[in-house]
């Protein structure tokens, strides 16, 4: 069990890919320093900052509904990273490395979630109750 949030390899993922974000916006015109450049780093941060808010939830409920955001945040960061490279601000190649990170992310999520979310109960069969077994 992780005494911190910060001791979560997908925490720590996540950070690197706001870092990595964050230096590959940084040659972003000026203009779009309140528009664009704002939007995918705070996208980009977000993601960590979800997986961070789930840990310091208690039910499991509320933990899975913040690996829920975190989960958008990656879609939201995919979708501004190809919005850069469609408009000619970066080369795909230049955004390949960090999609890449998110797309295995965005699994790691996915996965963490279907961990932690309660299964449903076998139900009996209609017709037959527990004591039918015995």
Request: glycine residues 6%.
């Amino acid at each position: 069990m992780y005494k911190s949030f910060r001791e979560m390899p997908i925490w720590g993922e996540a950070m690197e890919i706001a870092e990595l974000v964050f230096r590959l916006t940084e040659s972003l015109p000026k203009k779009e320093d309140y528009g664009l450049t704002s939007q995918i780093r705070r996208a980009a941060l977000s993601i960590s900052a979800n997986i961070a808010e789930a840990f310091g939830r208690y039910h499991i409920n509320d933990k899975i509904n913040f690996y829920y955001f975190s989960r958008g945040s990656v879609a939201e960061t995919q979708n501004h990273l190809e919005y850069v490279s469609r408009v000619g601000y970066f080369h795909q190649a230049g955004v390949s490395t960090i999609d890449s990170k998110l797309n295995k992310l965005y699994e790691y999520i996915n996965r963490l979630i279907k961990f932690l979310k309660p299964q449903p109960q076998s139900q009996p069969k209609p017709g037959y109750t527990n004591h039918d077994t015995c």
